[in-house]
C-alpha cells in the first residue's frame, strides 16, 4: 500500500505507517501542490494522509474514488466533502483532543496580549519608539472577575474556559447548537442565546466549527450588539468572522481588541490595517503548534490511516 503525505510530519508517524510496510511519498514542505496535482498524486497512491488545508470536494473524490481512507492532519474538517467521500465510500479520519491544550493556550496568549497591547507595544520597542515612561499611555485591561464568553464550548473552548476561571475567576457564559450539561457541571458555565453572549462578553472566546450556519457570524450586525469594552479571540477558523467588520468595528470603537489565530482570507497579507492596531493581536494560525500536540496529531493521523 502506498499513503500519500502532503507535507512532512513528526518523524513518529513516519515510523509508525513505514512498520506497517507501507510505502510513503511526502511532498516538500513549502510546495503547495494545485488540485489537479492532487488528484494525479492521490491516483497513484491508496491512501492520503491530507496535511493543510486543501480542498477535498467531490470532483477531487470521484476522481479519486479508489482511495482507502483520507487521514486529515487536523481537528477541523470543512475543507472536506463528506458528503461526496461518503458518496464514494472513502472514510474519513481527523485528530481531536490532542490538540486542545494547545490551542486553548493559544487563545489565552492572545486574550491576555490583547488585553495588554504586547504585540504592539514591541513593535514599538522595534522601531525605537520607547522613550520614557508614560502614567497615561497605551493602557491596558485586566481580566480579573470579568465574563468569558465561549462560542463553542466543546473540547477546545472548555480547556480556555478552565484555563480562564483558573487564572482570573472568570465567570463563564456560553452558546452552542446543544447545552453541554458536563461543562456546565465542571465550569459553573451558564447557557445563553446568541445575543446574550454578545452583549454580556468581556471576552468572546471563538471554538465553533466552520459551517454553513457559522460562516460569518461574527459580522457588523453582532459587533454591534458586543460590549465596548469587550475582546474577540478567534482561533477557530477565520471565516467565522467577517474581517471588514471586524476592521470597522475595532476602528470605530465598537469592540476594544482583537486576537487571531486565524484570519479571513488566510494568510493575512503584511500590510493588513489589524496589523497596526494597538489592541490586535494576529498569529499566523498555529494553535496547535506544539511538539506535544504536533505529536499526538501524528499518532492520530497515522493510526487512524
Ligand atoms: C486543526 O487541526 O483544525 C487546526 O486548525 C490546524 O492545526
Same mark, same amino acid.
Given at each position: ?9 513528526? +518523524? !513518529? ?25 492532487? !488528484? ?33 492532519? *487536523? ?47 514591541? #513593535? #514599538?520597542?522595534? *522601531? ?21 464568553? !465561549? ?49 454580556? *462578553? ?14 460569518? !457570524? ?20 477565520? +471565516? ?7 476592521? +470597522? ?44 500536540? #504536533? ?11
Amino acid at each position: 500500500m502506498k499513503i500519500l503525505i502532503t507535507k512532512p510530519v513528526p +518523524e !513518529i508517524a513516519i515510523g509508525m505507517l513505514k512498520a506497517q510496510g507501507y510505502t510513503l511519498t511526502v511532498i516538500d514542505d513549502h510546495k503547495l501542490l494545485t488540485p489537479a496535482e492532487l !488528484i494525479e498524486l492521490s491516483q497513484q497512491h491508496d491512501a492520503l494522509l491530507c496535511v493543510g488545508f486543501y480542498r477535498l470536494d467531490e470532483a477531487f473524490f470521484k476522481a479519486c474514488s479508489h482511495l482507502k481512507v483520507v487521514s486529515l492532519f *487536523s481537528v477541523g474538517y470543512n475543507n472536506v466533502d463528506l458528503v461526496a467521500a461518503t458518496k464514494f465510500g472513502i472514510p474519513v479520519g481527523n485528530t481531536p483532543d490532542v490538540l486542545s491544550n494547545a490551542t486553548a493556550d493559544t487563545a489565552f496568549l492572545l486574550m491576555l496580549a490583547t488585553a495588554r497591547k504586547a504585540f504592539y507595544m514591541h #513593535r #514599538r520597542v522595534l *522601531s525605537s519608539e520607547w522613550k520614557s515612561f508614560s502614567a497615561v499611555a497605551n493602557l491596558g485591561v485586566e481580566l480579573d472577575n470579568k465574563t468569558l464568553g !465561549i462560542f463553542g464550548l466543546g473540547r477546545i473552548g472548555t480547556a480556555m474556559a478552565k484555563k480562564c476561571k483558573g487564572a482570573y475567576n472568570m465567570q463563564i457564559i456560553y452558546h452552542n447548537r446543544h447545552q453541554n450539561k458536563e461543562a456546565e457541571k465542571l465550569l459553573g458555565a451558564t447557557y445563553v442565546s446568541f445575543d446574550e453572549l454578545l452583549q454580556q *462578553s468581556d471576552v468572546l472566546s471563538v471554538h465553533a466549527a466552520l459551517t454553513p450556519e457559522t460562516k460569518e !457570524i461574527f459580522n457588523n450586525e453582532a459587533f454591534n450588539k458586543m460590549k465596548p469594552g469587550a475582546i474577540f479571540i478567534n482561533t477557530a477558523r477565520g +471565516e467565522l468572522h467577517q474581517e471588514q467588520h471586524l476592521k +470597522e468595528a475595532l476602528l470605530k470603537g465598537t469592540i476594544w481588541g482583537a486576537g487571531l489565530d486565524v484570519t479571513n482570507p488566510e494568510p493575512m497579507e503584511a500590510d493588513n490595517p489589524l496589523l497596526f492596531m494597538p489592541s490586535v493581536a494576529v498569529l499566523p494560525h498555529i494553535g496547535s503548534a506544539t511538539v506535544e500536540a #504536533r505529536n499526538g496529531m501524528a499518532v492520530y493521523a497515522a493510526e487512524n490511516a
